[in-house]
């Protein structure tokens, strides 16, 4: 009896001792992001948003507001100038990027941009160095599941260090873009000047993530994260800077440990001056296409 009399008592303080915490979270600061890139034989794209709180309310107005729809964006390559139009592009998250017309990229030659907000100016240089060709395809079947697997793909790595890499794919018929596998970059510190094996699963679309369930299948049964028998696959081998490859690669890293609060954080890389964040790159591609069968 003494017991439970000590429990409603213990109970009753508890319950009458709480007090409601009205806590203010601070607002961080809003922050201009800028992605964009140059590849060989095509002109620039770049994307320009903002950053948004943390607990703000996601939803199609307030992507609308992170878009910066009035920046005058312009490229050189040292010599000539392009300025970029802001254009739509219903099949590239987030629907809104400035488009180059003027200057194709080119192998060996580096690029300057330059991006005006209001009064403030943002610069940023990227080089494309020389592509990379690949060797191979080959498709592994998955050794749990018929009629999955995933693509490896065969490179000669250039003699001389400091070799960076970004791999892309497309199902032709069922990706609307580029996708690019998780991870994505990759250096060459442990195979320089040596044949490469790289393993490259399908890349993630954010527009149609919604078609698969928890277990990552569509309503047809494929696998959100592997190539089926039957598709053809074509694969973007793309060597690029170091900057390039360094803020990928924090992206990345930054997935990594974003659910697992024992790890350290990753400070996000950028080589974007005046005080945004983001990346401006350069590509030099090199494709291939593989036609998946069961042999």
Request: charged fraction near 25%; charge should be neutral; include cysteine.
């Amino acid at each position: 009896m003494k017991k439970i009399t000590f429990l409603l008592t213990l109970l009753f303080f508890l319950t009458n001792c709480e007090k409601v915490i009205d806590l203010k979270l601070p607002k961080g600061e809003r922050k201009v992001v800028i992605e964009g890139f140059i590849e060989s034989g095509k002109t620039a794209e770049v994307f320009v948003t903002y950053t948004s709180p943390y607990f703000s309310k996601f939803d199609q107005n307030m992507l609308f507001n992170l878009i910066e729809k009035n920046a005058l964006v312009v490229i050189s390559d040292g010599i000539d100038y392009d300025t970029l139009k802001l254009i739509t592009d219903p099949y590239v998250f987030p629907f809104f990027k400035y488009k180059g017309s003027k200057i194709f990229g080119e192998e060996g030659k580096s690029y300057h941009l330059k991006v005006i907000i209001n009064d403030t100016t943002y610069y940023a240089k990227t080089y494309i160095p020389n592509h990379v060709k690949i060797d191979s395809l080959k498709f592994i079947p998955s050794t749990s599941i018929d009629s999955i697997g995933f693509v490896k793909l065969y490179m000669k790595d250039p003699d001389e260090p400091g070799n960076y890499y970004r791999v892309f794919t497309k199902v032709i018929g069922k990706d609307s873009t580029y996708l690019h596998p998780y991870p994505s970059v990759f250096d060459d510190r442990l195979f320089n000047g040596k044949y490469v094996e790289y393993e490259l699963y399908r890349g993630r679309n954010p527009l149609e993530d919604y078609k698969y369930d928890e277990f990552g299948r569509d309503s047809s049964g494929n696998f959100r994260w592997y190539f089926n028998i039957g598709e053809t696959v074509v694969v973007k081998g793309c060597a690029i800077d170091y900057d390039h490859y360094s803020f990928w690669y924090s992206v990345e890293q930054q997935e990594i440990t974003a659910d697992n609060p024992f790890t350290t954080p990753v400070n996000l890389r950028s080589n974007i001056k005046g005080g945004a964040i983001g990346i401006w790159g350069g590509y030099a591609c090199y494709y291939d296409t593989i036609k998946i069968t069961k042999n």
